[in-house]
């Protein structure tokens, strides 16, 4: 059974910069694509990145030239680096494989972009 560990969720104001990790119980390199997803109140989940093995990646367009999507194969490793932080932005995020196995949804970490 695979598992996923979000971290690195927070409060930060509108304009800042949050960084997530997520670590994964097994090689990500023989999972492929990896994705990071979020889930806002009252809303349904939404994919936000992906990257691929070979490291190429893809951004839903509300995120794009704000977030970076990365991974560390070494580490099983993969992360989000978010800048320019927006109130819309506040959600529940997670990773998954792209697309997703349903039995990997993790806990999730929340990110809250307040003034």
């Known amino acids: 059974q695979v598992q996923l560990v979000e971290s690195g969720g927070g409060l930060v104001q509108p304009g800042g910069s949050l960084r997530l990790s997520c670590a994964v119980s097994?090689?990500?390199?023989?999972?492929?694509?990896m994705g990071w997803y979020r889930q806002a109140p009252g809303k349904q989940r939404e994919w936000v990145a992906l990257?691929?093995?070979?490291?190429?990646?893809n951004y839903v367009d509300s995120v794009k030239g704000r977030f970076t999507i990365s991974r560390d194969n070494a580490k099983n490793t993969v992360y989000l680096q978010m800048n320019s932080l927006k109130p819309e932005d506040t959600a529940v995020y997670y990773c998954?494989?792209?697309?997703?196995?349903?039995?990997?949804w993790g806990q999730g970490t929340q990110v809250t972009v307040s003034p």
């Open positions: 998954n494989r792209f697309p997703t196995y349903d039995n990997w």
């Open positions: 097994g090689s990500i390199l023989s999972f492929g694509a």
């Open positions: 990257i691929t093995s070979g490291g190429r990646t």
